[in-house]
């Protein structure tokens, strides 16, 4: 066995540990399993909510649509540091909402302030669909860090395999309280690894940061505008703002956890306030990608042009470093996004009221979307970057029905969101299908999200003139205005 693969493997087993010390006790509490009990502090939000910044898309995805589409790549800084901005208002009303409620899962949400369980169960559906793709990034991150570390195709199968059995062993074991301990070492080893990389891979291979660009320039200009096909002015823009909306308006499931697990309001509203500045490390891998334009073929995977600099320039033991860095990176949010899907199903999908039941379903769900997602990753690994955009595109769909609830309750008939929300997954899943991410350069979700609120609006103003017609005839004595409360909300 090479010292790389042995370092990667201990790696692997130690962030594995982490998670294990991570459960207090034995509990058969789905709340506490999920959210932690609703107590953590500041400092233990902050490594939750600043984790979902570093993933398997950081370290491989993001170099990797670099080193194809140049410049168009930084849209991912823009869209979380304005993603933030807008948590900072959101956040705090879903946490209240949350604790007053009872909610677990972004489901609950929707079902509570709308009044409809069904609301509810297909907006956790959709989520589940729109979540698998990300939770197969990082399965298939797992396995590409270690066939490109190793050059065995081998080892990278079995890195999937003992990854996934490790994330659903440390999930079951400690929930979310395992999530947040492997979070603190995540975020550490991430952190020291991707800036000392982003100082040295430009110095070692071409003097600088100053000279790579200035090579860029000369050897690859359009690397550095956005004019690079199929990764225009259009595509940057419109994939920044589905992703903006999807983010800041928690259309990602797995967001809840950390929101939820908070023990105030005031913790979340200080970590938005810094988070994004935090977000400006992730520009560091960018650097790495304009370096591996100037260094490696254009017949390089994409994805892997990080890790293949790396191997290159380092010597074995330091490649199973940054080697467990990027597992980290995929091994975390793995963690959580099987939490976030777990949970949909047990409270919002599965038809189970009993909490001793939804638990176990929650366990199950936890073992069957790991078995999923990395079945899917050994037989179709998809380019990180599009599995990352269809997932924004899918589940931005959902952000019309929760930015809307967090005005009022029940601003409009539960089946008139229903009925955008499928028309807008439905029209996302048809043109990502025909056409991939974009077409006319245009990011697929935003004509799903068109259709959405088209079909809102429509709705809307459908309700408001028949509540009007009635009041007319004189036989809106039992008719419920837009907006007003109705007279029962289960939660869950």
């Known amino acids: 066995m090479s010292t790389t693969l042995a370092i990667a493997l201990a790696g692997m087993a130690a962030i594995a540990a982490c998670g294990m010390l991570g459960r207090r006790r034995p509990s058969g509490d789905l709340a506490d399993w999920t959210v932690g009990g609703r107590n953590f502090g500041a400092a233990t939000v902050?490594?939750?909510?600043?984790?979902?910044?570093?993933?398997?898309?950081?370290?491989?995805?993001?170099?990797?649509?670099?080193?194809?589409?140049?410049?168009?790549?930084?849209y991912v800084v823009p869209y979380l540091a304005v993603g933030y901005i807008l948590l900072f208002f959101?956040?705090?009303?879903?946490?209240?909402?949350?604790r007053e409620r009872g909610y677990l899962t972004q489901g609950d949400f929707l079902a509570d302030r709308y009044g409809s369980?069904?609301?509810?169960?297909?907006?956790?559906?959709?989520?589940?669909?729109?979540?698998?793709?990300y939770l197969q990034l990082q399965i298939t991150g797992l396995g590409l860090v270690l066939e490109l570390v190793t050059g065995d195709a081998a080892s990278g199968a079995v890195s999937m395999a003992a990854g996934t059995v490790l994330v659903v062993v440390f999930v079951l074991w400690a929930g979310v309280r395992g999530v947040v301990t492997t979070a603190y070492f995540k975020d550490a080893v991430t952190l020291v690894v991707i800036t000392a990389l982003a100082v040295v891979v430009p110095i070692h291979y071409a003097g600088g940061l100053g000279n790579v660009f200035e090579r860029v320039a000369s050897e690859r200009p359009e690397l550095l505008t956005l004019q690079v096909e199929g990764a225009g002015p259009v595509w940057f823009f419109t994939s920044a703002l589905v992703s903006v909306l999807g983010f800041g308006l928690m259309g990602l499931p797995f967001l809840?956890?950390?929101?939820?697990?908070?023990?105030?309001?005031?913790?979340?509203?200080?970590?938005?306030a810094?988070?994004?500045?935090?977000?400006?490390?992730?520009?560091?891998?960018?650097?790495?990608?304009?370096?591996?334009?100037?260094?490696?073929?254009?017949?390089?995977?994409?994805?892997?042009?990080?890790?293949?600099?790396?191997?290159?320039?380092?010597?074995?033991?330091?490649v199973g470093v940054v080697a467990v860095a990027a597992l980290t990176a995929s091994m975390v949010p793995a963690a959580s996004m099987a939490i976030g899907v777990s949970t949909l199903v047990a409270r919002n999908v599965a038809p189970v009221r009993s909490?001793?039941?939804?638990?176990?379903?929650?366990?199950?769900?936890?073992?069957?979307?790991?078995?999923?997602?990395l079945t899917l990753a050994l037989l179709r690994p998809d380019l990180l970057a599009n599995l990352i955009l269809l997932t924004y595109?899918?589940?931005?769909?959902?952000?019309?029905?929760?930015?809307?609830?967090?005005?009022?309750?029940?601003?409009?008939?539960?089946?008139?969101?229903l009925a955008g929300m499928t028309a807008g997954v439905a029209a996302t899943l048809?043109?990502?299908?025909?056409?991939?991410?974009?077409?006319?350069?245009?990011?697929?979700g935003l004509y799903g999200l068109g259709v959405n609120l088209a079909v809102v609006g429509i709705g809307a103003l459908a309700e408001r003139a028949a509540v009007r017609r009635g009041a007319r005839d004189g036989s809106a004595g039992g008719a419920r205005e837009p907006g007003e409360e109705p007279e029962s909300a289960p939660s869950g």
């Open 117 to 133: 369980r069904v609301l509810g169960a297909v907006s956790a559906v959709f989520a589940l669909l729109f979540l698998f793709p």
């Open 256 to 272: 809840w956890n950390s929101v939820l697990s908070a023990g105030s309001a005031r913790a979340l509203r200080r970590n938005y």
């Open 46 to 74: 902050w490594f939750l909510q600043a984790g979902e910044i570093f993933t398997a898309f950081t370290f491989l995805g993001l170099v990797g649509l670099v080193f194809t589409g140049g410049v168009a790549a930084l």
């Open 274 to 318: 810094f988070l994004p500045l935090f977000t400006l490390v992730v520009a560091f891998p960018v650097t790495l990608g304009f370096t591996a334009v100037l260094v490696l073929s254009q017949d390089t995977e994409p994805n892997g042009s990080l890790l293949t600099l790396v191997r290159e320039m380092l010597p074995d033991p330091l």
């Open 393 to 417: 595109a899918g589940l931005v769909q959902i952000t019309p029905a929760i930015a809307l609830a967090l005005w009022r309750r029940r601003p409009v008939h539960p089946a008139v969101v």
């Open 90 to 98: 959101v956040g705090p009303r879903i946490w209240r909402l949350g």
């Open 355 to 373: 909490p001793r039941t939804q638990f176990w379903v929650n366990h199950a769900t936890v073992v069957a979307a790991c078995l999923a997602a």
């Open 430 to 444: 048809a043109l990502s299908t025909l056409y991939g991410a974009a077409l006319a350069g245009v990011n697929a």
